[in-house]
């Protein structure tokens, strides 16, 4: 088959896609609401579900709140980037394997660009004089936006005892463990709490496993094939991709966890960029919407910066490398999610599961705002972001 028979191949599917039942026409709907929140949703994980519940539970009724959380529930436990692996998951429930993949490219590409560009123009600047002092509002905003997000959600996830019990002690735990990696055995302890509910939950016919273990195969024979080929042909292309692959991997907690492990590895091990370009590109980035994780573009641009071509494939490989593991771990664990809630003890801890991501999404707000001066300015904006979300419809893209 040529390439030209390729490409009408692929745009046949595409239209079939999209145009072949009118139920895929609900697709494109689908994707302009995630660009509409590419182009909206400021702040990390915590805050961006806040948004979520806004466009896609509330306004469009993709799927319940319940539904929701036990999908952000199971992204926490994955590590990778959690709210990219959110909209993926559902976009997959609700077109496939296609849809995903729209909806991971539709997601990303404004804020991918934007860092991008930045990268490109950092670097081709002798000096940068241009204040941020205009970012000091934004966080404020983001913890009384993140605040709006536990209230809601507490108030309509958790019904019972057990789940307001977990959810004080999971804010408790994370308070006192504020490690990314103990957030993955809160929920799982939180799951674990409140599975002695499972004889009260309805039994229910169980139906056969079909699933195929290629995205796990995928994942691991990348991770292994990336990191033996990097060290042998230390080739810089391929050594920068394995370095996000391994953080996409292994980091929990989503963007503002990989912020630091970044800083680690590409300022103070390697002194690919100075702590002045890391801290620049950190501090635009925040008042950026979209993924976190998109700062992995401005750090492959700088880190291949040689020449702008060079630049560039250096933002895409890095982009690339750290969302592709998340990606293919949620395609895996989503082709049986559906079947796992048919046991009873998995539907009762799915209760502890969400009062626990609850509670930590509740923690966070303390958490973030210890790295602030409390003064009454700053106490005033979040409690009136706060109040405003709470008491006015002012939609959240607003208040930034």
């Known amino acids: ?45 915590q805050t961006h579900l806040a948004f979520f519940f806004e466009t896609l539970v509330k306004k469009r009724e993709y799927l319940t709140e319940k539904d929701l959380m036990e999908l952000y529930a199971l992204c926490q436990i994955l590590p990778g980037p959690s709210t990219t692996q959110l909209l993926t998951a559902i976009a997959y429930q609700k077109g496939g394997l296609t849809l995903a993949f729209f909806t991971l ?19 081709a600047l002798n000096t940068y004089e241009i204040s941020l002092h205009f970012t000091r509002f934004m966080k404020p905003i983001a913890i009384g936006i993140m605040a709006y997000a536990a209230w809601r959600i507490s108030t309509r996830v958790i ?35 409140s599975t002695y509910k499972m004889e009260k939950q309805e039994k229910k016919d169980k139906t056969a496993w079909h699933f195929e273990w290629y995205y796990a195969f995928w994942y691991m024979g990348i991770f292994a094939g990336t990191a033996i080929l990097a060290n042998i042909l230390q080739y810089k292309p391929l050594l920068l991709f394995e370095n996000f692959y391994r953080n996409g991997s292994l ?10 492990a970044l800083y680690n590895e590409f300022v103070s091990f390697k002194h690919q960029l100075s702590a002045d370009e890391f801290l620049t590109g950190y501090a635009f980035g ?28 250096g933002a ?10 998340g990606t293919l771990l949620i395609l895996f664990v ?10 009873r003890i998995i539907r009762a801890s799915l209760e502890g599961i969400s009062a626990a991501s609850a509670g930590m999404i509740s923690a966070g707000s303390f958490i973030l705002s210890q790295s602030l001066n409390l003064d009454i300015e700053t ?3 979040i409690a009136g972001t706060f109040l405003i979300l709470c008491f006015t419809k002012t939609p959240i893209a607003l208040v930034f």
């Not at 925040?286 to 494939?313: N, T």
Request: hydrophobic fraction near 55%.
């Open 379 to 381: 106490l005033g904006m």
């Open 1 to 45: 088959m040529s390439f030209s028979d390729w490409l009408l191949l692929i745009r046949i599917r595409l239209h079939r896609f999209f145009f072949g039942k009118v139920e895929y026409l609900r697709h494109w709907l689908f994707l302009k609401d995630i660009l509409a929140l590419a182009l909206t949703t400021f702040g990390g994980p």
């Open 286 to 313: 925040q008042v950026l919407p979209g993924p976190v994780f998109s700062f992995s573009a401005y750090i492959g641009s700088l880190s291949m910066r040689s020449s702008l071509s060079e630049s560039i494939i």
């Open 159 to 193: 019904q019972t005892k057990t789940a307001w019990v977990i959810f004080f002690l999971s804010i408790g735990l994370c308070l006192y463990y504020p490690n990314p990696y103990s957030f993955p055995i809160i929920l799982l302890l939180g799951g674990l709490l």
């Open 334 to 343: 989503m082709q049986f999610w559906d079947k796992l809630k048919e046991y």
């Open 105 to 123: 490219f539709v997601w990303s590409l404004p804020a991918f660009l934007m860092m991008t560009a930045f990268g490109i123009l950092i670097n």
């Open 316 to 325: 895409i490989i890095a982009t690339t490398g750290v969302y592709l593991p």
């Open 251 to 260: 980091i929990f907690g989503g963007g503002q966890v990989l912020i630091p």
